[in-house]
């Protein structure tokens, strides 16, 4: 019997933040199951709607109805990127969780690389882009943001802002994420690093956004940015607050497919 279960293959799911991205999260969907049924058995994809204004809800809710390992949750109202990641990771119920945004700039066809890194003794398989698809702008803040905040925050990633990632579940049994805006990635790697998991990087390729907009990229957005990174800044490294014990939490999301009571309530 022991034997047996040493040899069952891990669990995983992957999950979608999606804000108004019902132009690409159909197609995104339909490959992670297509990549996830190929890794394991045991595999589950779900839907995170952060309170879309478009089709996203519908879509998403549909995708649930058409494939029985689809799961579609629902926030009543936009809380902002960081709600919509700790909504997915405390609704995932496998032994890995892989997440990417719903806007399509990265390929979930590409997490059977992340996957085939993930050896007993790493915790986090994280991307790196290998080149940026984004107008000039856009990389020229994004340079200027990365070298910033790992200089600030002496991380040892090579690309703190690549959302695609491999994670063991039990990382957050000790890792508790408190931020409800787009420096949640900045959170998760400093506190990761304080916590000692073992991260390895892979490439992965950024294509193009082909449907949308990017909801960082402005004047307004781009500056209070800069404040919550401060923030954060004096919580994890002045205070040394990156060493926390508990999980993260879901906090009063509406679901269109039931999700097992014990993944809530973590």
């Known amino acids: 019997m022991q034997a047996h279960e040493e040899s069952r293959p891990p669990g995983l799911s992957v999950f979608f933040p999606a804000f108004n991205d019902g132009g690409t999260i159909a197609s995104l969907v339909i ?15 779900i ?11 519908e879509i998403a809710d549909e995708l649930a109805r058409t494939y029985p390992h689809v799961r579609a949750i629902h926030h009543p109202r936009n809380r902002g990127y960081g709600g919509a990641l700790s909504t997915g990771f405390a609704a995932a119920t496998k032994d890995l969780i892989a997440y990417t945004d719903g806007d399509a700039q990265y390929d979930p066809a590409e997490l ?10 790493v915790d986090v398989v994280t991307g790196y882009k290998i080149s940026r698809s984004d ?9 200027i943001y990365h070298y910033t905040v790992k200089f600030l925050f002496r991380l040892r990633v090579r690309d703190v802002d690549c959302d695609f990632r491999l994670i063991r579940r039990e990382v957050f049994n000790r890792v508790k994420l408190e931020r409800d805006t787009g420096v949640i990635c900045l959170e998760m790697m400093r506190k990761i690093q304080d916590a000692g998991f073992r991260v390895v990087e892979v ?19 781009v500056f209070w940015t800069g404040i919550d990174v401060l923030k954060l800044w ?16 879901l906090r009063n999301p509406t679901i269109s497919r039931a999700v097992p009571p014990d993944s809530l309530e973590r």
Not at 112 to 121: A, I, N, S
Not at 203 to 220: A, D, E, I, K, L
Not at 234 to 249: I, S, T
Request: aromatic content about 6%; cysteine-free.
């Open 135 to 143: 107008p000039l702008h856009r990389v020229i803040i994004g340079r």
């Open 31 to 45: 490959r992670a199951v297509q990549v996830a049924s190929r890794l394991t058995p045991d595999y589950e994809v």
């Open 47 to 57: 839907v995170v709607n952060d309170g879309s204004a478009d089709a996203t809800q």
């Open 234 to 249: 004096l919580l994890l490294v002045v205070l040394g607050r990156g060493r926390q014990n508990a999980p993260v939490l």
């Open 112 to 121: 059977e690389v992340l996957w085939k890194r993930l050896t007993p003794d």
């Open 203 to 221: 490439p992965v390729h950024h294509y193009h956004r082909t449907h949308g907009r990017s909801q960082f990229f402005n004047v307004r957005r």
